[in-house]
């Protein structure tokens, strides 16, 4: 949902490429997680919950697609 490889013309995205936006997406996950302690309203914990849950799977996709992506 939330990775974006957006491919150069000549050709894919690296691996470290695309490590580097699953990192940052992990990192966007964290930060929601660490939001939900000082978040008072039930409705928005449970919103940045499936946020960074969201986040973690889009993440975890984006590492299985650097598996079959060159390196580079």
């Known amino acids: 949902m939330f990775e974006k490889i957006v491919p150069s013309p000549s050709r894919p995205p ?14 966007l996950a964290r930060r ?3 939001l939900m302690g000082t978040v008072t309203d039930e ?3 449970r919103r940045l919950t499936r946020y960074g849950e969201e ?4 993440a975890a996709r984006l590492e299985k697609a650097a598996v079959d992506a060159r390196t580079g």
Do not use: M, P, V, Y
């Open 14 to 27: 690296s691996k470290e490429t695309i490590l580097k936006q699953a990192d940052g997406l992990r990192d």
């Open 43 to 45: 409705g928005d914990r």
């Open 55 to 58: 986040l973690d799977e889009s």
């Open 32 to 34: 929601a997680r660490r």
